[in-house]
């Protein structure tokens, strides 16, 4: 199962994007119980995709909740869009996915 | 017979594309940005931060950048919530920054044309402290502030 839940809806004329995405986002300065410092752990960036150009481009750190939320406002968008988020995390990791406007 | 070997011929073409675009923008956004990621995110003190991020820039302060759900007391830093609403024309960036937060930029928007500029996320914030917002519209700089009292916080080391 992907770790970004999108969820899209009209909002006068235009695209209210919603996205939910399941990372522990880790500062790298929190303790376990044995007092052992976690390393760093968290979202480097994250891109989003209107019908495969990029509107968004946010550069972040472990500064961010853990499971970010973010939700962004787009001029325009009809029914049948695609848009698709991804992201890439400090170890490498990616995950994206991609949903159709209602 | 023919149409659907048009067909497979058209699939295997475009998958093929898709799958190049989508390694190589992966590859290039690795690359590019992680140095300059680094630089950016250190946990240096907000007085050192600002003018390495914005090197001899002019700061205006304007009632045009609003925040919304951004308390006036935090109860859990962990998760404290912002929505920043600007009416200002032409934004192509929009940076958070939480003034005693050990890492003090929390995140970097680059926004297209298309989109308002209305973002909201959740952060986190170590002590009460200034919320800014810095929105960069047609090469001039635009902030806004918050005083925000944390009672729990939410870094912590």
Redesign the interface.
């Known amino acids: 199962m992907s770790s970004i839940k999108i969820r899209t809806k009209h909002l006068n004329g235009?695209t209210q994007i919603r996205t939910l995405i399941t990372h522990p986002m880790e500062?790298g300065?929190?303790?376990d119980k044995q007092n052992q410092l976690i390393p760093a752990h968290h979202i480097?960036?994250l891109?989003v995709e209107?019908n495969q150009?990029?509107?968004?481009?946010?550069?972040?750190?472990?500064?961010?909740?853990?499971n970010?939320?973010?939700?962004?406002?787009?001029?325009?968008g009809k029914t049948g869009d695609e848009i698709s988020i991804s992201w890439?995390d400090n170890l490498?990791n990616?995950d994206s996915n991609k949903t159709i406007i209602k | 017979m023919f149409s659907s070997r048009r067909k497979f011929i058209k699939t295997l073409l475009s998958v093929t594309a898709y799958g190049l675009t989508a390694s190589s923008g992966l590859f290039y956004s690795a690359c590019a940005q992680a140095q300059w990621l680094a630089e950016s995110f250190k946990a240096v003190s907000y007085d050192e931060l600002l003018p390495q991020l914005f090197p001899d820039v002019e700061f205006i302060d304007s009632k045009k950048i609003k925040f919304r759900r951004l308390p006036r007391t935090a109860e859990n830093g962990a998760i404290v919530p912002i929505k920043i609403i600007s009416s200002i024309k032409n934004v192509d960036k929009i940076s958070i920054l939480v003034e005693k937060n050990p890492h003090p930029l929390i995140a970097e928007f680059f926004l297209s044309p298309v989109l308002d500029p209305i973002i909201s996320a959740r952060m986190k914030m170590a002590e009460s402290s200034n919320v800014i917002a810095i929105v960069e519209a047609e090469g001039k700089f635009y902030r806004h502030h918050k005083y925000v009292k944390v009672i729990v916080g939410g870094c912590g080391g």
């Open positions: 235009q500062n300065r929190n303790k480097q960036e891109w209107h150009s990029k509107i968004i481009n946010c550069n972040m750190a472990g500064s961010i909740s853990k970010p939320y973010f939700d962004f406002l787009l001029n325009g890439v490498g990616t």
